[in-house]
């Protein structure tokens, strides 16, 4: 069964800062890695998609990164603004027999400080 | 708005009452998913259509859940005999996906939130 962890939990950092949130997964058979922000109260907004096959993707001042042997995942984020602040989630779609679904982890709450 | 819609956003019910939640995917997608969500959990997979046929469910998804989606387009997902372990987030994605294999790059909608008192 596939786990995805993120650490840390939270993370505050100063207006300007260049940071990276973390993802593992347990099974490195995967089609694709989704990167999702979600704001309080919110659905999930898409970021990120990177293909099994693929080593990183890239969206204006995001930067994704798949290890698939190792299995982790990095998003990298320049210069962070205070509109950067929420919650950042991870989701792994697994090769698994006959399943369509996506493993979530719990998330990076993020907050960026004017 | 081409996005994903769900109605309604909120809902507050008292415990037994049933409910029914109301997706409308991206016009193009031929892929539904239902999740929940928990506060301070990830979102956690209830159950996919292909086109009309729902095709997996999650163990979450008890005799007490039902989804349809007739003809394809919109989804409903009806909770009966509600509980208050049934409050939660849920949310709607769709995605437009060629063939059989990954599930593609999901859209969410807003999602519609459950009370139940």
């Known amino acids: 069964k596939q786990e995805v962890t993120q650490i840390p939990a939270a993370l505050s950092v100063p207006e300007g800062e260049n940071l990276v949130l973390n993802c593992s997964f347990t099974?490195?058979?995967?089609?694709?890695l989704q990167w999702f922000r979600q704001d309080p109260g919110k659905g999930l907004t898409s970021l990120l998609l990177?293909?099994?096959?693929?080593r990183e993707q890239t969206s204006g001042r995001l930067n994704a990164s798949l290890d698939k042997s190792s299995g982790r995942s990095t998003l990298y984020i320049a210069a962070s603004q205070p509109g950067d602040s929420a919650t950042y989630l991870c989701?792994?779609?697994?090769?698994?027999?006959?399943?369509?679904?996506?493993?979530f982890g719990k998330g990076t709450k993020l907050s960026v400080i004017p | 708005d081409t996005g994903v819609s769900q109605d309604p956003r909120h809902k507050i019910t008292k415990r037994g009452q049933n409910v029914t939640f109301r997706c409308d995917p991206i016009?193009?997608?031929?892929?539904l998913y239902w999740y929940r969500q928990t506060l301070g959990q990830g979102p956690e997979f209830l159950t996919y259509?292909?086109?009309?046929?729902?095709?997996?469910k999650s163990r979450l998804l008890s005799d007490r859940f039902s989804a349809e989606r007739p003809k394809g387009s919109f989804s409903t997902l009806e909770i009966q005999r509600t509980e208050q372990g049934d409050s939660a987030m849920y949310l709607c994605?769709?995605?437009?996906?060629?063939?059989?294999?990954?599930?593609?790059?999901?859209?969410f909608g807003e999602g519609s939130r459950l009370t139940v008192l």
């Open positions: 994605a769709s995605s437009q996906v060629v063939g059989m294999g990954a599930t593609g790059e999901l859209f």
């Open positions: 099974d490195s058979a995967i089609y694709n």
């Open positions: 990177i293909q099994s096959s693929q």
């Open positions: 989701a792994v779609d697994s090769r698994g027999a006959g399943s369509y679904q996506l493993t």
């Open positions: 016009s193009e997608h031929n892929r």
């Open positions: 259509f292909q086109n009309e046929a729902q095709l997996e």
